[in-house]
């Protein structure tokens, strides 16, 4: 078997978060919990905005297309970390990996710009609330979205397509809980320089713009709230912005201190707490942090329920015939 067959069939190991046997249950119980109420709390919210003619609005559109991607980012790392708790082997092809960083590059590259979406959503409206329909119409709307999921698809490309110039001849341990490329460039017998260039170059470049479109967004945001005379406006208009800063702030500092760093300083199963944040905690909380706070998708959400409900009382009874 050539060299390159070899890497490419070679499996390795995640060694994932312990292997003390009474943290294992705790742990599978812990991030099952949490898997359950991000899939249920995205989709549901998915669902609530699709169904909903009211909701069909751009700031509700990029948020809906946000929490499908965070349902992607779990779907993409959970499932198999979570049979890892109890796999005697814990292996994970080679193909396998690179699947799984796949989906979950994608989901990562599309929330950092419909992120920036959102942000420029909220300067348009804040800013300029009389041009905001001519400003944000549905075709900007639509360009942006499909923007998102083009970069989205082409960064883990790159990032794919150069894995294949790496041969894996050494040690298979993955010290980390779900197939990343950093854990993989160090077991590589060549030196990923050139992925790790384009990892600094591509990465990079996309954070840096998505960064500065959000930071722009708000400066002139915040500039604008602070001219306004009335102290409900105000109060309105920082509470709309403050969960989704807050959530920006969060999603884009974990990403640059996970990538935009030399490899020096990169420290392996170090990085697995901010790894666990920006694939697990973070599409755990968006939901809330988006929903909850905000009062037209609770209403929509309990005239929802309460439909059903009315539904459900004047559906007849087979029995009772």
């Not at 909903?52 to 349902?71: C, K, Q, V, W």
């Not at 050139?194 to 722009?216: A, D, K, P, R």
């Amino acid at each position: 078997m050539t060299e390159d067959n070899y890497s490419w069939t070679a499996e390795f190991i995640l060694i994932g978060f312990t292997d003390h046997p009474d943290l294992k249950i705790p742990l599978f119980l812990v991030f099952s919990a949490i898997y359950l109420i991000t899939m249920v709390g995205n989709l549901g919210l998915v669902a609530l905005i699709f169904t909903e003619r009211r909701l069909h609005t751009p700031m509700y559109i990029f948020l809906g297309n946000l929490a499908l991607m965070d349902s992607c980012c779990s779907c993409a790392i959970t499932p198999k970390m979570l049979e890892n708790f109890f796999s005697v082997d814990r292996k994970i092809s080679l193909y396998e990996c690179m699947v799984q960083f796949y989906f979950l590059c994608l989901a990562e590259t599309a929330d950092c710009f419909l992120l920036a979406a959102m942000a420029y959503d909220r300067y348009v409206a804040i800013c300029s609330p009389l041009q905001y329909h001519t400003m944000m119409s549905k075709k900007l709307c639509l360009q942006m979205t499909t923007g998102a999921y083009i970069a989205g698809n082409l960064h883990p490309m790159i990032h794919v397509g150069l894995l294949f110039k790496l041969t894996f001849c050494g040690s298979h341990v993955i010290k980390h809980f779900f197939c990343d490329v950093l854990p993989l460039y160090r077991l590589s017998c060549v030196d990923p320089y050139i992925n790790e260039l384009m990892i600094l170059i591509v990465s990079g470049s996309i954070q840096i713009f998505t960064i500065t479109t959000v930071l722009i967004s708000y400066f002139c945001i915040l500039f604008t709230i602070l001219t306004m005379k009335s102290r409900e406006g105000r109060s309105k208009a920082l509470s709309t912005c403050a969960s989704h800063f807050l959530s920006v702030s969060i999603f884009y500092g974990s990403l640059l201190y996970m990538y935009i760093r030399p490899s020096s300083v990169n420290e392996g199963d170090k990085d697995i707490p901010v790894a666990v944040f920006y694939t697990l905690v973070i599409p755990l909380l968006n939901p809330f942090i988006y929903s909850l706070r905000n009062k037209e998708v609770i209403n929509m959400i309990k005239r929802t329920i309460k439909k059903r409900q009315f539904c459900k009382i004047l559906k007849p009874n087979p029995l009772e015939n």
